[in-house]
């Protein structure tokens, strides 16, 4: 059994400046573009012109990647996209698992897996530098991971002194989950500890802002939304959220390394 290229694309945070060579390259060498619909509707118009778009809606992950590969396997180039980057809560995985499932997982090879800037890149760029020094990121979605595993990774991460990112922070159904999630935070970090919001990355609808722990409000956020919470270090610097890496303790002002204990 043969396979035709099945590429996994990572898109950016929606702006089609932050679409890199590589993945735009891979969009116009693939027949058949499949994704979700709003995903797909990130992809230039002049690379979907001409291609067969296999797009549906939420909560159909399986059946898009099954078709992607079922086109694939029909000797078509196809290309999955998805937002951000494709290995970070996204389909690439989902394409490996589908394929070893299928009994196909020799065909492997065929995967071309193209990364894209990551919505927590994208974000962090738009609030300064919080993400400087170590962090880690929890989705608080519930669909695949239950709800007290996230509060344990929450409350390991947030204990440890990590930045963290929150992905999926808040819908409808799970209106309540950041209000927890920030309840944790507070028994780790000073009510003063900022906290980044961005909404719409990159799109036409963009907001940005940075509110103090003790005063952000969670009913500002939705699942467009990406929200950084601080470290113990983590400040404002010019209005920009800053986690400083260390160089200030370990270098002076003309960039010599400082003695121990000076």
Known sequence: MTIAPLRVIGLGPGDTALLTPQARAAIAASDCIVGYTLYVELVPEELRHGREVLATGMMAEM???????????????????CS?????YAMAGLVFELLDQRGLAHLAHAVEVTPGVPALCGAAALLGAPLMHDFASVSL?????????????LDAALGADFVVVIYNPRSRRRADHLEKALAIAARHRGADTPIGLVRQAYRPDQQVSVTPLAAFDPAAVDMLSIVIIGNSATGM????????????EKYAPDGTRRKDGE
């Not at 029909?74 to 996209?81: E, I, N």
């Not at 610097?237 to 200030?248: A, E, F, N």
């Open 63 to 81: 059946e898009r990647c099954n078709a992607a590969i079922d086109a694939a396997l029909a000797g078509r180039a196809t290309c999955v996209v």
């Open 84 to 88: 951000g980057d494709p290995g970070v």
């Open 141 to 153: 979605s519930d669909l695949l991971t239950p709800w007290p595993v996230i509060e344990r990774r």
């Open 237 to 248: 610097i010019g209005g920009r959220m800053v986690t400083p890496r260390g160089y200030m």
